[in-house]
């Protein structure tokens, strides 16, 4: 069975400093990985994904993340993060059962970002 | 402009008393799904219809139904709801369920029950 692992739940960070957040999936094969953000009672806003091509992929509001299939992962990083990026990050992959749609999705458990200045 | 409404942003209901949250879209999608989000919990799909085909995940509890009266509209109806189903509730949409189709998420409806 497919799965997502986010190692931290909570990263505080000071702004301006870089940022990692990781993210480990379980699947024996093909994957569709992605990263959402969601601020405080709000719905989820797509970072960005990955679904083939290029491991580097870039995002919006300054994000990239880097798919390893060695490794079995796909950790999110910003070089330097601004005090609105503090939000909960959710990464995720896409249900294969539904032929890699990108609405049927196993997400982590979410990492809480907090930027102090 | 809002393409994926979800109405209300927050409800409060009663121990057992059903409630129905609503799902409006203006893309014209054919998929709709439901996710719960408990708090510090990962959203979990809890059904999606595309077109009028409903499609239950095997662990969601049959108190939680859906009903999709036409393309533009899905509604969550829990029929007696537990303490236990305090959750934000979200909407998305995908033209299709593909590979090269993006969803897209509503703002969610908090739902408290007292």
């Known amino acids: 069975a497919q799965s997502v692992t986010q190692l931290d739940s909570q990263v505080p960070v000071f702004e301006e400093a870089p940022v990692e957040l990781r993210c480990n999936y379980s699947?024996?094969?093909?994957?569709?990985l992605f990263w959402y953000v969601q601020y405080p009672n709000q719905g989820l806003q797509l970072l960005l994904k990955y679904l083939s091509g290029s491991t580097l992929v870039k995002g919006i509001n300054g994000f990239e993340a880097e798919f390893n299939k060695s490794q079995t992962s796909f950790h999110l990083r910003k070089p330097s993060v601004h005090i609105s990026d503090t939000a909960e990050y959710f990464c995720?992959?896409?249900?294969?059962?539904?032929?890699?749609?990108?609405?049927?999705?196993?997400f982590g458990k979410g990492t809480k970002l907090s930027v102090k200045p | 402009d809002a393409m994926v409404i979800q109405n209300p942003r927050y409800q409060v209901t009663q121990f057992g008393k059903p409630v129905t949250l609503s799902c409006s879209q203006t893309l014209n999608h054919n998929v709709m799904y439901w996710y719960q989000q408990k708090s510090s919990q990962a959203p979990k799909l809890l059904f999606h219809y595309y077109d009028k085909d409903f499609n239950n995940e095997a662990d969601t509890p049959d108190n939680f139904q859906s009903r999709r009266p036409n393309t533009s509209f899905c509604f969550l109806d829990i029929r007696s709801p537990g303490l236990g189903d305090a959750a934000m509730y979200l909407c998305?949409?995908?033209?299709?369920?593909?590979?090269?189709?993006?969803?897209?998420f509503g703002q969610g409806t908090r739902l408290t029950v007292v």
């Open positions: 995720a992959v896409s249900d294969l059962r539904y032929g890699g749609s990108q609405g049927n999705l196993i």
């Open positions: 699947s024996s094969v093909s994957v569709y």
């Open positions: 998305a949409t995908s033209i299709r369920q593909g590979l090269n189709t993006e969803a897209f």
